[in-house]
């Protein structure tokens, strides 16, 4: 809020100073004293300006405060504050400036933990360091999910239950609300549709071509390989390869063996979906080709209309790349402790193109 406040009225000033302009002057007493701090107002302040104060802390101190051992603390006092904000729903509590309602906290605590453990700056951290505290967070989650309608809450709620599932996977009949997981958009089901949406593409698969079949007047040429990607010439391809398709190209081919489904436009999204579940996919490789895919289909439908026609998914284009970047995030920095040895993305050399 200081900063914030600092850009707009940069004259300003304390009582004896001006406001903090970096993370030093945020940090004064260096990234414990913050981080004690920090625990110590989400446990004792129940206001949603606090929690909003401490997330904008952490994000613009986020290499001093990211450690692993600082991510559990804030967790747990995260964790911590929503059960106290569920336990709160229904009472009759008496309002003050230093108090707000359970709904409120509950939306600013959920975009706390989203932030510290999918944020954009997120570092890498294994996710059993979490395994302490696992089993009472899934339990929280459960109890907040019931007091929260709040769209985003809920999402950002899931995205956080799953990732505690996975470090503390739960015996069958074991009871969770059934609504945990729901909030998330169903990855797999995200990927058909972007693999849809990709093969049915008429436009040069390098980014920064703007060439579609329209302008260019003839069809454009499917990579032989992975026959997703389409290309106006071999000098854009090779760019692409020496980017991200190289790493593209690869993937999707080990991934469509996997599966044991040929990648064609227009597949049937519950059939892909199915084949998906049925074997034992590396989280971590299906994320890293995720995300890459999807960001450069958001660069794309920027900066020309891929299909020549009228292009009206840009909310949702937009919507499942960031499904994508916080899918690659997880595969990142949080996959699975025992997952098996991510699958080599290489290819020896540049694949001709096809007239198909």
Not at 21 to 39: E, F, I, N, R, Y
Not at 73 to 99: E, N, T, V, W
Not at 193 to 199: A, F, G, K, P
Not at 276 to 292: N, P
Request: proline content about 5%; aromatic content about 6%.
């Amino acid at each position: 809020m200081c900063l914030a406040s600092s850009l707009r009225h940069p004259s300003q000033r304390f009582r004896r100073r001006l406001w903090p302009t970096s993370k030093d002057d945020v940090l004064p007493g260096g990234a414990h004293v913050m981080v004690d701090a920090l625990c110590f107002w989400l446990k004792t302040a129940p206001t949603s300006v606090v929690v909003q104060a401490g997330l904008a802390i952490y994000e613009t101190c986020t290499e001093d405060l990211s450690t692993p051992g600082f991510t559990l603390r804030l967790l747990d006092a995260i964790h911590r504050h929503l059960d106290s904000a569920a336990s709160d729903i229904g009472k009759d509590i008496l309002l003050s400036p230093s108090y707000d309602l359970p709904e409120h906290r509950i939306i600013a605590l959920a975009e706390f933990a989203d932030g510290i453990l999918f944020g954009v700056t997120t570092p890498s951290c294994d996710i059993m360091l979490f395994a302490p505290i696992a089993d009472r967070v899934l339990n929280t989650l459960s109890r907040v999910l019931n007091a929260t309608s709040d769209s985003t809450a809920l999402q950002q709620l899931s995205r956080i239950g799953r990732l505690m599932r996975l470090v503390r996977p739960r015996a069958a009949g074991e009871g969770l609300d059934p609504d945990l997981f729901s909030g998330v958009p169903d990855g797999f089901r995200a990927f058909c549709n972007l693999l849809n949406r990709m093969t049915s593409l008429r436009a040069c698969g390098w980014p920064e071509c703007s060439l579609t079949e329209r302008n260019a007047g003839r069809p454009m040429r499917l990579c032989g390989r992975c026959h997703v990607f389409r290309y106006c010439g071999e000098a854009c391809q090779k760019q692409h390869w020496r980017g991200s398709h190289k790493t593209v190209c690869k993937g999707l081919r080990t991934f469509s063996a996997q599966i044991k489904v040929t990648i064609e436009p227009a597949m049937d999204p519950d059939i892909f979906v199915a084949a998906c579940r049925e074997v034992e996919l590396d989280i971590d490789f299906l994320a890293e080709l995720y995300g890459l895919m999807a960001v450069e289909d958001a660069t794309m439908g920027r900066s020309r209309n891929p299909l020549g026609t009228c292009r009206t998914g840009s909310r949702v284009t937009e919507l499942e790349t960031e499904i994508g970047l916080h899918l690659c995030q997880r595969g990142r920095c949080y996959g699975r402790h025992n997952t098996p040895q991510q699958t080599t993305l290489e290819a020896q050399q540049c694949p001709r193109v096809s007239n198909k």
